[in-house]
C-alpha cells in the first residue's frame, strides 16, 4: 500500500485529527479532544464551521494598497476619507493593526509587511511587502509626510526599521520608529539595558 | 527526604536565536563557554511586563540561571552583562552580526571547544561594537571558527602534494580545501587560479594579530573577493547553506544607495 493509498483508507475522524493538529498552537491531544467535540456536536454546529472555514478563504484577500487581510478591496481603513492620507505605518502582521486601532488614537493608513527581515530563517527583504510600500509610496496621489515603522522591539524588527529607513530615506520622506521604554507597570530594577537606554534616551518633559 | 531537587546551572550565555512557543513563550538558543549549545524555555518571554524577554534577545550576552527540566531547561533569571548596543543601531554591523551568530548556530556541534567558540563570538562581537571593519571582524572570525571545528583551509602547503605553495603558483581547490601548486592543479577537478593578493591576504589573517590585520589595504575589488571565497569555502566544506549571507549584500547595497548620512536615520526620525 502506498502513501496515497494509506491516507485514503485512513478513517475520517483520523484525517480531522490531523487536520486540527496542524493549526499552530495544537497539540495531538488538543487535537482530539477539538475532533471528538465536533463529533458530538450538532450536524448544524458543524456544517457552520465547515462554511465559515470555506467562506474565510474564499473572500478574505489581500488589500492592493496596504497589503492587510480584507473582504473588501481596496479595504476599509484605505478608503476612509476621516484618516490621515500622508502617514503610513508600517506593521508586521495584520493582528498588529487590530492592536493599534485598538488604541483609537492613530487616525493614518497601514501597510502589512507579511513577516519580517530574519536572515537566518532565510527571510530577505525580497520575501516581504517592502517592493510594494515602496511602489505605494512612489505611486501615490497624496504626498507620504511620514512611514512609522511599528515592527517588534526585538533584533529582527530593528534590521527590518533600519532597511526601510535606508530604502525610504532618498524619498524624503520622514521615517519614524515607536518610541522604545518601560512598559506601564514595569519595575525598573529588571528593565534590560537596552530598554533603560532607550527609555533614557527618549525620556520626556513631566510638565509640558 | 524524597523528591528530586531540580538541578539549577548559573552561567553565562550569548543568545544565538529564539523561536516562539505558544502564546507568551520562548525557546532560546544560546550558546555556553561549559554547556556548549542550550535551548531553554524563557516563559512568558512574549507578554510587554516580562522580566526576561529584554535580557534573552539575540545578540545579547547575558547571564542565566537554567533548571533543568524534562525535555528543555527553563530559564529562570537573566541578566544582560553586554547587549552590544552599537551594532544594533547600525545595519551593516547587524547583518555581519545576524552572520557571526548563524555561523556560530550551525557549526556547534557535539565534540566541538565551545568555551573557545563562546570566546571568539564575544570578542567578535566586541570588536564589530567598538567600530573595527566588519570585513576584517568576519574573516578572523570565519578562519578562527574553522580552525576549531577543524576545516581550516590549508593556505601554506600544496594540499594534493603537500610542498610549499609560492603565492604566485597557487591555484585554489575548494573541494581539497586549500592551495594547489601549479603543477598538481590538473590532479583536481576544481582547482582554479588565485591571485596572489588574495592569498596573502588570507595568509595575514592566519598568521598576524588582528590589530596588524586592520593595517592591511584592502580594495572593495578585493573585499569581495574574499567574502565570496570564504561563503563559497563554507559552503562546500561543511554542506550547509549560510542563509544570512546574503543580507550582508543586501544590506550594503541599501547602505549604499541611500547614502551615509541616514545612519541612525531610523531613530532621529
Excluded at chain 1, 490621515?84 to 488604541?103: G, M, S, W
Excluded at chain 2, 564575544?122 to 566588519?134: A, E, P, Q, V
Aim: aromatic share 6%.
Amino acid at each position: 500500500m502506498n502513501q496515497y493509498e494509506r491516507r485514503n483508507s485512513q478513517s475520517p475522524i483520523t484525517t480531522l485529527v490531523e487536520a486540527f493538529n496542524r493549526l499552530p498552537g495544537i497539540g495531538p491531544k488538543s487535537a482530539q479532544r477539538l475532533a471528538y467535540h465536533v463529533l458530538r456536536a450538532p450536524e448544524k454546529e458543524a456544517q457552520e464551521l465547515a462554511n465559515s472555514l470555506l467562506e474565510v478563504k474564499r473572500s478574505i484577500t489581500l488589500c492592493d494598497f496596504c497589503q492587510n487581510l480584507t473582504d473588501l478591496n481596496p479595504c476599509r481603513i484605505c478608503t476612509d476619507s476621516k484618516r490621515d492620507f500622508k502617514t503610513i505605518c508600517v506593521v508586521e502582521e495584520p493582528l498588529d493593526v487590530q492592536a493599534l486601532e485598538r488604541t483609537g488614537s492613530y487616525m493614518g493608513l497601514y501597510h502589512v509587511l507579511h513577516g519580517v527581515i530574519a536572515p537566518s530563517d532565510g527571510i530577505g527583504p525580497s520575501d516581504l511587502k517592502i517592493a510594494e510600500l515602496l511602489k505605494r509610496i512612489r505611486d501615490s496621489e497624496v504626498e507620504i509626510d511620514e512611514v512609522i515603522v511599528a515592527t517588534n522591539p526585538n533584533l529582527e524588527g530593528d534590521a527590518t526599521s533600519m532597511y526601510l529607513a535606508r530604502l525610504l530615506g532618498p524619498l524624503g520622506i520622514n521615517i519614524t520608529h515607536l518610541a522604545r521604554g518601560l512598559p506601564a507597570g514595569a519595575d525598573l530594577e529588571y528593565a534590560d539595558d537596552v530598554t533603560l537606554n532607550r527609555a533614557l534616551e527618549f525620556r520626556q518633559k513631566v510638565l509640558d | 527526604m524524597s523528591g528530586r531537587i531540580p538541578r539549577v546551572i548559573k552561567t553565562k550565555a550569548i543568545v544565538l536565536a529564539h523561536r516562539r512557543l505558544g502564546d507568551a513563550d520562548r525557546i532560546v538558543t544560546m550558546i555556553t563557554p561549559q554547556q556548549g549549545k542550550v535551548d531553554a524555555v524563557a516563559k512568558g518571554a512574549l507578554k510587554p511586563k516580562s522580566k526576561l524577554a529584554g535580557h534573552v534577545e539575540p545578540l545579547t550576552l547575558t547571564e542565566v540561571s537554567l533548571a533543568h527540566g524534562r525535555t528543555l531547561d527553563i530559564i529562570t533569571q537573566a541578566q544582560t552583562q553586554n547587549a552590544y548596543l552599537p551594532i544594533k543601531s547600525d545595519l551593516q554591523k547587524m547583518s555581519t552580526a545576524f552572520y557571526l551568530l548563524e555561523l556560530t548556530n550551525r557549526f556547534l556541534i557535539e565534540d566541538v571547544d565551545a568555551g573557545q567558540i563562546f570566546e571568539l563570538l564575544d570578542s567578535s562581537l566586541t570588536r564589530l561594537s567598538d567600530g573595527k571593519k566588519s570585513q576584517f571582524v568576519t574573516r578572523v572570525f570565519e578562519f578562527s571558527l574553522l580552525r576549531v571545528i577543524g576545516i581550516k583551509p590549508e593556505l601554506m602547503k600544496c594540499v594534493i602534494t603537500g610542498k610549499d605553495v609560492d603565492a604566485e603558483k597557487a591555484y585554489w581547490s575548494m573541494v581539497q580545501g586549500g592551495v594547489v601548486h601549479v603543477d598538481s592543479s590538473v590532479k583536481t577537478f576544481d582547482a582554479r587560479p588565485l591571485e596572489s593578493r588574495v592569498i596573502r591576504v588570507l595568509r595575514a589573517i592566519e598568521f598576524l594579530s588582528f590589530e596588524e590585520i586592520c593595517r592591511i589595504k584592502i580594495d572593495p575589488q578585493l573585499s569581495m573577493m574574499l567574502e565570496n571565497m570564504m561563503f563559497e569555502f563554507i559552503q562546500v566544506q561543511s554542506e550547509l547553506v549560510i542563509k544570512s549571507s546574503s543580507f550582508m549584500g543586501e544590506a550594503r547595497r541599501v547602505i549604499a544607495s541611500s547614502g551615509t548620512e541616514l545612519n541612525n536615520s531610523s531613530r532621529d526620525g
